[in-house]
């Protein structure tokens, strides 16, 4: 993984400073995503960090791009898009955390330091769908080579116990 990105951030200097971190990150920089991810390609992020209105520390922005996974149902190539809003209010304690209002998720400051990387792949793995497939209907990888399902009747049997044969 490139350094910058693991790197610790110091989130309590950036909510005072208000700074904003924006860029671009490369999803074989990002190693969570090292088995999700079909090939390489860039993910544009904006990180806003600040206090809102009631005074609470935020990182707010958004991380958007395309990732390539497997289809599960055709196990062709699908591109997810990812246009993922990134709402964190900045805590230092579970306690606090369950003070947050709804709109915002916790970001709990404890021993292990933050590094921006944590930050950017843990919105795009919570904006992955757990299943991804086509938005169109593809056809199943099993059944790309065979012919027409023949299905059995479970009830075929009951029809000589209703129906018994004439003599």
Known sequence: MFDQWQQPLDIRALVRQGVTLKGE?????????EGIALKDAPV???????????GQSVVQG?????????????????????????????????????NLPDDLEPLILGDEPVRL??????????ALPVVPRHAHQCVPAHREH?????????????RGLVDPPAH
């Open 62 to 98: 958004s991380v958007q791009g395309v990732v390539d996974m497997t289809c599960q149902r055709c196990l062709k190539p699908v591109g997810i898009e990812i246009d993922a809003s990134v709402a964190l209010g900045v805590v230092t304690s579970e306690a606090e955390a369950k």
């Open 146 to 158: 065979e012919g027409p399902e023949k299905t059995d009747n479970p009830f075929a049997a009951l």
């Open 44 to 54: 544009r992020f904006e990180l806003k960090f600040g206090k809102d209105a009631e």
């Open 117 to 126: 990387g944590d930050l950017i792949e843990d919105e795009i793995l919570l």
């Open 25 to 33: 990150v490369q999803l074989a920089e990002l190693e969570r995503l």
